[in-house]
C-alpha cells in the first residue's frame, strides 16, 4: 500500500521567515496531494491541495509543488505568521470519479512560528 | 451548512468493553471517512463508506467495523477494548465529484 514519509517531525523559525515541509510517496498510482493544517485541539483543516497533473499550486503565502518523477511534493510557507504555527499533514490519495476513498497521511510537522 | 458532527466528544471506557462512536457528515456528502489518531502513529485510515456500501478498509484488527445507513450517517464500533485504542477517533466527509474531505471535531476516546 501507499507509505508517506514527512520531514523534518518539528520545524521552528522567526516571523516573516519561510517555513518548507517536504514530503515523498511510494504509490506512483497517486493523483492527489492534500495539506492539512491542524490546530491543538482542532480539526484537520484543508489549506491546500493539488492533483498529479500540475507541478504547482499558489494560494496567497501558501504554495504547493509536486514532482511526480521523484514521487515527493513539498509546502512553501512565506512570510510566516506566529498563526502559523500548528501541525501540519500531508497526504496522498489515489482518487476516482472525484472522490477520495483513502488518504495516507504523513506523521506530520510541528511548524512553531517564533514572534 | 452545519459541518461533519462527532458524538460523543469524550469518552471513557474500560478494557475489554465495546463503543460506538457515530459521525454526521455534511448534508448531501456520502462518503465517510474514519482515522484514528495517536501521537505515535499519526493519523492512520480505518475505513471508508460510500452509500451505505465499504469500499476501502485500512489494516486495524476486525475489533473495529462501522456500518454507515441510507441518511449517510456513518457509526463505527471498537468491541474488547485494548489500552493501546486510546487515541482520537476522526470521521471526515466528502462529496462526489469533490477530493477535498472535511473533518469533524473527533471523539477522544481513553481506555482505562
Known amino acids: 500500500g501507499e507509505n508517506v514519509e514527512q520531514h523534518p517531525s518539528t520545524l521552528s523559525v522567526q516571523e516573516g521567515d519561510s517555513a518548507v515541509i517536504k514530503c515523498t510517496y511510494s504509490?506512483?498510482?497517486?493523483?492527489?496531494f492534500p495539506w492539512y493544517k491542524q490546530e491543538l485541539g482542532k480539526r484537520p483543516q484543508l489549506i491546500i491541495d493539488?492533483?498529479?497533473?500540475?507541478g504547482e499550486k499558489k494560494d496567497q503565502r501558501i504554495a504547493v509543488t509536486l514532482n511526480k518523477t521523484a514521487k515527493h511534493f513539498s509546502l512553501h510557507i512565506t512570510e510566516t505568521q506566529p498563526e502559523d504555527s500548528a501541525v501540519y499533514f500531508c497526504a496522498a490519495s489515489i482518487t476516482s470519479g472525484g472522490s477520495n476513498y483513502k488518504l495516507t497521511f504523513g506523521k506530520g510537522t510541528l511548524l512553531t512560528v517564533n514572534p | 451548512k452545519a459541518g461533519v458532527t462527532q458524538t460523543p466528544r469524550y469518552l471513557i471506557k474500560t478494557r475489554g468493553q465495546q463503543v460506538t462512536l457515530s459521525c454526521s457528515p455534511i448534508s448531501g456528502h456520502r462518503s465517510v471517512s474514519w482515522y484514528q489518531q495517536t501521537p505515535g502513529q499519526g493519523l492512520q485510515f480505518l475505513f471508508e463508506?460510500?452509500?451505505?456500501?465499504?469500499?476501502n478498509k485500512g489494516n486495524f484488527p476486525g475489533r473495529f467495523s462501522g456500518r454507515q445507513f441510507s441518511n449517510s450517517r456513518s457509526e463505527m464500533n471498537v468491541s474488547t477494548l485494548e489500552l493501546g485504542d486510546s487515541a482520537l477517533y476522526l470521521c471526515?466527509?466528502?462529496?462526489?465529484?469533490?477530493?477535498?474531505?472535511?473533518f469533524g471535531q473527533g471523539t477522544r476516546l481513553t481506555v482505562v
Open positions: 504509490d506512483s498510482a497517486s493523483n492527489y
Open positions: 493539488i492533483r498529479s497533473n500540475v
Open positions: 471526515a466527509s466528502s462529496d462526489r465529484g469533490n477530493t477535498e474531505a472535511f
Open positions: 463508506y460510500f452509500s451505505e456500501t465499504q469500499r
